[in-house]
């Protein structure tokens, strides 16, 4: 390897030759850390384009009018791109309405969740009472029931209650969350204890001390879990497909898929409306992601 | 006052009371009646009709087509667990020392984490699409991959796989930043190459964090439903019949509801005992 | 190499490793040969186990002691190898300076030739290079400028890990999902290093140690303590050229530390091996080095043995920096009065001694201001006897320095006592603890003359060094 070069006997070689080796050293040196450096950005883009091509390709797709769609050549980027596919999907069907649905249920889901779990989190980590320990580990444990094992009771008790193709019923059942439980705990197992202790002695309220003290302060659990609780909730597909039926009611997820069918005018019309809803949960995350890995991994993840 | 103290002892349990009531009445609760459902034989409406105690379970263990959906499950799973940190790795590893433009990089690494299995599907069907799709003409096949059971559930699973990248990518991402920099200086100066470094050092320093990962996406490739629905329905011919989709097919179109209950029960207890086990692995394996 | 050793008086031995056998080894058997044959009596070869190799050795039994002869033959034995014992290193770094991207200089014209076998300190104030230096010595850091010469191989660009060298990190930098064996063993093992001589190896490294009952452990259940040692035993086993350690003992508390001075101060001459090591406790080097060198911001100020620099600083800095508590700075005006030259404070003049008086002259001192340089420990009360019992040139009324005590420290076997003179000037003396002193007192201090330092005020450089 050419790092190894030594250069032996002092005394015999004179400091002119031993500069000019030490400089194409050097120079040398300086290639082998500019190669490694662009091999390194050329694998991440190699990796990276590997990893975004089916957006790039939706995308591409989105804005390809659908004849340029059936061709058997290579077709990777629209060569008349247009916005009719938009235009089109969102006369087709009521995209509107479903993006407004979604964004109320998401939204006020978020915001339930942040309340219900940072009032519990709260009780659990600055309140003594009996049975702290027990509750707590119930909570875990429902970490642990996976969703098929309620979906089909939650449906027929909804259903009994008549709450099918309504807000309540896509927002009710998601109003709190253990993983959202736990997420503010390590942010509060954290968070000096003094605090809460000199506003207690000043007097202050329990509630008080939340809302004007520790929410405050803890502005990046709230960031972290606000982003990854939409874009959850964004995302939903089961519950909205099992409990919604009517229009008015579907969400972004179900009423994109009235759009899946395969003759070539819906492909491209598909695909756009597809692109249209990955945009809103692909923003939050872009905006919010450095919220959401401190916030997710402040309480260092370690297994 | 008596009551004033009352209210000071139930003050705690009320912060917690928002949370257990929708945990009571969406979680508890149907958990429970989903096992009483599993015993009985139901009418359209889902109420239990027929005591019909094991009845449903043993219904099941005798069905080849619940044997069919556990080997599927199986084996998807292992596609996707293999799959996802794989490339979950790949990226973070690639992601781990700071080169100009790195923040785009780690974004689009991580970028999978915020897209609906649904969402994911439908752009996958086209990319798959025998004729037009981006998969054969990049790939120079002919190949119709969704409606050949050959191949419907590795396309399925390589979809889920992509989707768990973009979590992978940020678990072994912090990861990889708890493990402390000397440690590698010092191996330069005691002798290792990159190669060493990477398998002596970098994964065992990766292994509390691989385990709690491994655990995370079996849970969640346990629960995928929504790529099974829009891609294949469970076919072409049941091979892509996920357990979760054969509760809901069960339930929802055959309005059988005790056997898709008992469907779930089992589903739940798979997980469970996986759970325990690598808890168990982890004592043995992980080392720190 | 070959190895040319003198073994009790009249025994030579010439041996090899394996990749040295060859041209070199012969022409020194004969060279040898040719030059001892009068007094040889006996030649034998023999063969010897060594690592795990085996090495042809030839032995001259002379009829005389060879102590002579080594002598007398110097030039002769320098080509071809050195006295006794395993190959260390000469390192000369030359001109070496470090700058980084902005600019800044972290080492500028490093200059020094480590001897073989020595303890050489590098001390100095936080950011002064030390630790940047000894980085680039072991291949972590790159050389901006200059050379760094190994055995008379030029070492710039070579990477760390064929520099064989070995580093002790101040976090210790032990493999955390490792046991205490495989972190010695890991630098062993990837080098391919037979099982067999790694686990000798290691139990002899933890046996010195006295790690033996922790090598089953991993670094989190270790104490600090413990883990120091284990950092040590992993870079004793792989036997370096050059042992590098970066402030070994920052992260132990002081007791600790002390104790740890002396085992580190043992392994020096158990392993009779060049350490490069890094501090920035003065205590710490001048007890532990054999040389010391003491750099501030980046350049080297004084390189000298630990009493040297205490006994003769070149400037104030190295003043300053070595002794605790630290030494006395006055500024005071210089003035010749009937052929004495007198060092004027406030209110008291202190009278130079003979040779003093005349380097200050001689350097163009007289009349000007220079800085005066006590110790603490060179300041006397009238009641305790003075140390060297030297008057100054006038007898009586000889120099003190006049002081309002404004704080005592009791330290248990001295007192330290902290005061004020003048308007600004400010003195700290160490007392014996019978000292009765208390703050708010006015003192005479005495000052022993000959010790006392005279500094440049713009240079800062010793006026009287020499």
Request: hydrophobic share 45%; glycine share 2%.
């Given at each position: 390897m050419e790092q190894t070069m030594t250069i032996k006997g002092r005394k015999r070689v004179s400091r002119e030759e031993i500069i000019k080796v030490q400089e194409k050293a050097n120079r040398k040196a300086m290639t082998v850390r500019r190669v490694r450096t662009g091999a390194l950005i050329a694998a991440n883009v190699l990796v990276s384009l590997f990893v975004l091509l089916p957006l790039l390709y939706a995308v591409s797709v989105a804005f390809m009018p659908p004849g340029e769609l059936f061709t058997t050549e290579m077709n990777l980027v629209p060569r008349q791109p247009t916005w009719d596919n938009f235009r089109q999907a969102l006369v087709k069907i009521p995209l509107v309405r479903f993006v407004c649905n979604s964004f109320i249920t998401a939204g006020l889901i978020t915001a339930g969740q942040i309340i219900s779990c940072s009032l519990a989190a709260f009780s659990f980590s600055f309140l003594e009472f009996k049975g702290k320990n027990a509750l707590f580990m119930l909570v875990m444990a429902t970490m642990m029931i996976p969703g098929e094992a309620t979906i089909i009771s939650n449906y027929l008790t909804v259903s009994r209650w008549n709450w099918l193709d309504s807000y309540q019923v896509l927002i009710v059942p998601y109003l709190t969350s253990a993983m959202g439980i736990f997420l503010f705990r390590q942010f509060y197992k954290s968070f000096p204890i003094s605090l809460y202790e000199s506003a207690k002695i000043d007097g202050c309220g329990n509630l008080r001390f939340i809302f004007r003290i520790l929410l405050p302060l803890t502005k990046s659990a709230i960031g972290a879990m606000a982003v990854y609780t939409f874009i959850n909730a964004w995302n939903m597909y089961m519950w909205p497909l099992l409990v919604t039926g009517s229009n008015e009611m579907r969400t972004v997820q179900i009423g994109i898929s009235m759009l899946n069918s395969v003759d070539a005018q819906s492909i491209t019309l598909m695909i756009a409306g597809v692109v249209m809803i990955i945009l809103p949960s692909i923003s939050i995350f872009i905006l919010g992601q450095k919220q959401l890995i401190r916030g997710m991994f402040s309480g260092a993840v370690k297994g | 006052m008596k009551s004033d103290s009352l209210l000071k002892k139930a003050g705690p349990y009320g912060y917690i009371l928002p949370a257990l009531?929708?945990?009571?009445?969406?979680?508890?609760?149907?958990?429970?009646?989903?096992?009483?459902?599993?015993?009985?034989?139901?009418?359209k409406m889902g109420q239990a009709k027929l005591f019909v105690g094991l009845g449903n379970y043993m219904e099941l263990f005798q069905s080849e087509s619940f044997y069919n959906s556990l080997a599927v499950t199986l084996l998807f799973v292992a596609i996707v667990a293999a799959g996802s940190m794989a490339l979950g790795l790949l990226a973070a590893v690639l992601c781990n020392k700071a080169f100009p433009g790195i923040r785009i990089f780690s974004t689009a690494y991580a970028l999978p984490m915020a897209i609906a299995s649904s969402s994911a599907a439908m752009?996958?069907?086209?990319?798959?699409?025998?004729?037009?799709?981006?998969?054969?003409?990049?790939l120079g096949l002919d190949i119709n991959w969704i409606n050949d059971p050959k191949y419907a559930l590795i396309c399925v699973a390589l979809l889920t796989a992509w989707l768990n990248s973009g979590i992978n990518f940020l678990y072994f991402s912090a990861g990889l930043s708890n493990i402390d920099e000397t440690i590698y200086e010092r191996a330069s100066v005691d002798g290792a190459n990159g190669i060493q470094k990477f398998f002596r050092l970098t994964l065992p320093g990766l292994s509390p964090i691989m385990f709690y990962t491994i655990v995370v996406n079996i849970i969640q490739a346990f629960q995928s439903f929504g790529q099974v629905k829009i891609l294949t329905q469970g076919g072409p011919g049941e091979s892509t019949n996920l357990i979760v989709y054969s509760i809901y097919r069960d339930a929802f179109f055959n309005y059988r509801f005790g056997s898709a209950a008992a469907q779930s029960v089992i589903l739940f207890a798979i997980i469970m005992v996986m759970t325990l086990m690598m808890f168990k692995a982890e004592k043995k394996g992980v080392s720190y | 190499m070959p190895q040319f050793s003198f073994h009790g008086s009249n025994f030579i031995t010439i041996s090899a490793n394996k990749r040295g056998f060859c041209k070199a080894?012969?022409?020194?058997?004969?060279e040898s040969f040719l030059r001892f044959w009068p007094s040889i009596q006996a030649v034998s070869i023999a063969a010897?186990?060594?690592?795990?190799?085996?090495?042809?050795?030839?032995?001259?039994?002379?009829?005389?002691?060879a102590f002579g002869f080594y002598l007398d033959n110097l030039e002769f034995i320098s080509r071809f190898g050195r006295e006794k014992g395993t190959e260390m290193a000469d390192i000369s770094l030359v001109n070496v300076c470090k700058t980084y991207k902005g600019g800044q200089n972290a080492v500028k014209d490093f200059n020094l030739d480590i001897r073989d076998r020595e303890l050489i300190i590098f001390v100095g104030p936080s950011g002064c290079g030390k630790s940047t230096t000894l980085r680039m010595i072991a291949g972590l850091e790159d050389i901006s400028s200059g050379e760094l010469w190994m055995d008379d191989c030029l070492m710039n660009m070579v990477e760390p890990k064929n520099r064989n060298l070995s580093m002790v990190f101040q976090n210790y930098a032990l493999y955390p999902h490792m046991t205490v064996y495989e972190n010695m063993a890991f630098g062993l093992r990837v080098r391919r290093t037979a099982p067999g001589e790694i686990d000798a190896r290691v139990r002899e490294a933890a046996r010195i140690l006295e790690i033996s009952h922790l090598l089953d452990r991993r670094p989190a259940a270790l104490s600090g303590g413990q883990k120091q040692r284990v950092a040590i035993g992993s870079v004793i086993v792989r036997k370096p050229k050059a042992y590098l350690m970066d402030k070994p003992l920052s992260n132990l508390d002081a007791k600790?530390?002390?104790?740890m001075r002396v085992e580190i101060a043992k392994l020096h001459k158990q392993l009779n091996a060049t350490i490069i090591y890094v501090t920035h406790d003065q205590v710490e080097a001048m007890t532990l080095g054999t040389r010391i060198v003491v750099m501030n911001q980046g350049m080297i100020q004084q390189v000298a043995p630990p009493a040297e620099l205490y006994r003769n600083p070149v400037n104030k800095f190295v003043a300053g920096f070595i002794g605790s508590p630290t030494m006395n700075f006055l500024d005071v005006d210089v003035l010749e009065e009937d052929g004495t030259v007198w060092l004027l404070g406030q209110g008291w003049r202190l009278p130079l001694e003979g040779y003093q008086a005349r380097k200050l002259k001689e350097k163009g001192f007289a009349g000007k201001r220079v800085t005066l340089g006590i110790r603490p420990e060179d300041l006397h009360q009238e009641e305790c006897s003075r140390k060297n019992g030297s008057d100054g040139l006038n007898g009586n009324d000889s120099g003190w320095v006049g002081v309002y005590i404004s704080v005592r420290e009791m330290l248990g076997s001295e007192v330290l006592l902290h005061g004020n003179t003048g308007d600004t000037g400010r003195l700290s003396a160490r007392m014996p603890?019978?000292?009765?002193?208390?703050?708010g007192e006015f003192l005479r201090l005495y000052v022993d003359m000959p010790q006392i330092k005279l500094f440049d005020i713009q240079s800062e450089e010793n006026i009287l060094f020499d």
């Open positions: - | 009531l929708v945990f009571a009445v969406f979680l508890f609760y149907p958990f429970f009646k989903t096992i009483y459902l599993s015993l009985y034989k139901t009418n752009i996958f069907k086209i990319m798959l699409h025998p004729s037009i799709g981006i998969v054969n003409k990049l | 080894v012969t022409s020194c058997i004969a010897y186990g060594k690592d795990q190799e085996t090495l042809p050795v030839f032995t001259f039994i002379l009829r005389e002691p600790l530390r002390a104790q603890a019978s000292c009765r002193v208390k703050p």
